[in-house]
């Protein structure tokens, strides 16, 4: 079995609508189908890093799924199987590389309206900014009680995998989310209950509202000055290499600035290591490690990274995540989460699973991308399980009145950061 890997497979080759290569108009055989579902479960089985993690049977996968290839008659049909079966590991890391008008969004990138399961409540905790949800008037603290016309724990139901030895929160939390980012073809229509208890119903994905499915990342990177000579960098994207340019670009504007607010709440399409180290290079000033790789069979290792440029910047940086961090800024959080003059600001990220994969299957070409190792924190905490060491909880009443929590509270606490901080001067040339 031969494994394509990557560094990094982004989440841009994920989403593509409708993308089907000269090899997929052909018709497949009963036995190319057979051959290629045999190939991503044994591959599966033998490369997937997070069965430890998972209520997941997957002898019972097969069992389930193997007989429904009699039903398969198309390529499309394959893809919606193989869909199902990978939905079998509630992880939002392993999907397929194509999909159809019907497919489920993927999540976080197909995602506005992060909800967690909370005292047996379906309770919105988060919204993507400018985005359908809250354009439709979603709020945090409301509870979701329909998505489409059907109950949420009925629809939740429906959409956990069937070899699950126990339904556990994980599993519960996946697909709540998965409900709720819906399709690519269909609008969402949610029924909520305020704080109050009053329902009502909010119709998502309108051809006024900002989409996922329509969203540009431009620019990709933003800069300005705010008061008291803080500098704001935001990054919208790690994917293209051309971003290390402008964040070069930007990093001189705010080179003499008294310290650095480092935004990575937007790029939830994953991203590029050959953009995301030499972005930390100019942040560092020696070669560090920044994130633990822990491979299913060989001895874990850690990936460093070093200085790059002409000056590094040296003043303190405060890091801003949410739930749209996505897997290549989750690992820059990390990395950076191990300096001292750097502070991880926000509520948790996204928890996405390790190392991505690729597996090719022979016939229909499909890729299966999977979590094929863990990372960790350099201290050693699984990546999905980190915290910012200061929490923001956006549900809390008294954040209310802020337009943006996040960029408040990570505010004061760069001011403290600066405060502590020995006068020295604000860039390093080497």
């Not at 159809?100 to 976080?108: D, E, G, I």
């Not at 126990?166 to 939390?173: C, F, I, P």
């Not at 954040?399 to 990570?410: A, F, K, T, W």
């Amino acid at each position: 079995m031969k494994l394509l890997t990557r560094k990094c497979i982004t989440l841009t080759t994920l989403i593509c609508l409708c993308c089907i290569s000269s090899r997929a108009q052909q018709t497949f055989t009963s036995a190319e189908f057979a051959a290629d579902f045999d190939f991503v479960w044994s591959g599966l089985r033998d490369n997937y890093a997070y069965f430890d993690n998972k209520e997941t049977d997957w002898s019972k996968v097969k069992q389930l799924y193997q007989p429904m290839l009699a039903e398969v008659k198309s390529r499309s049909d394959f893809v919606t199987l193989l869909e199902k079966l990978l939905d079998e590991l509630y992880d939002d890391h392993t999907n397929l590389n194509t999909n159809l008008k019907s497919s489920p969004r993927l999540v976080p990138t197909g995602l506005d309206v992060w909800a967690e399961w909370k005292n047996g409540r379906a309770m919105v905790t988060q919204l993507r900014n400018g985005f359908s949800a809250e354009q439709a008037g979603l709020k945090i603290g409301m509870e979701i009680v329909s998505i489409n016309g059907l109950p949420v724990r009925k629809a939740v139901a429906q959409r956990l995998g069937k070899s699950l030895k126990a339904v556990n929160n994980d599993a519960r939390n996946w697909a709540l989310r998965s409900v709720l980012a819906g399709t690519h073809e269909k609008p969402r229509i949610v029924e909520a209950k305020n704080q109050n208890g009053a329902l009502a119903t909010y119709k998502l994905d309108l051809s006024a509202h900002t989409t996922v499915n329509s969203y540009k990342y431009i620019p990709r990177v933003e800069w300005k000055m705010l008061p008291r000579k803080i500098g704001y960098i935001k990054i919208n994207d790690l994917i293209s290499t051309e971003i290390v340019a402008q964040f070069d670009a930007a990093l001189e504007r705010v080179k003499d600035t008294r310290g650095l607010i480092l935004d990575l709440r937007d790029v939830p399409r994953g991203g590029n290591t050959d953009v995301a180290e030499p972005i930390l290079g100019r942040l560092i000033d020696h070669r560090m490690g920044y994130q633990q790789v822990i491979p299913l069979r060989e001895p874990k290792y850690v990936k460093e990274v070093s200085p790059r440029g002409a000056w590094i910047y040296k003043a303190p940086i405060v890091v801003l995540v949410n739930r749209w961090t996505g897997s290549m800024g989750e690992g820059m959080a990390v990395g950076l989460d191990g300096m001292k003059r750097a502070k991880v600001v926000g509520t948790r990220m996204a928890e996405l699973n390790g190392g991505i994969f690729s597996l090719e299957l022979p016939n229909t070409k499909i890729r299966i991308n999977y979590a094929g190792e863990r990372l960790n924190h350099i201290n050693g905490t699984p990546r999905e399980n980190f915290v910012p060491p200061v929490a923001v909880n956006l549900t809390d009443s008294r954040l209310s009145r802020l337009s943006d929590p996040i960029v408040e509270v990570g505010y004061k606490q760069l001011t403290r950061l600066i405060n502590r901080q020995p006068n020295k001067s604000l860039h390093l040339t080497f």
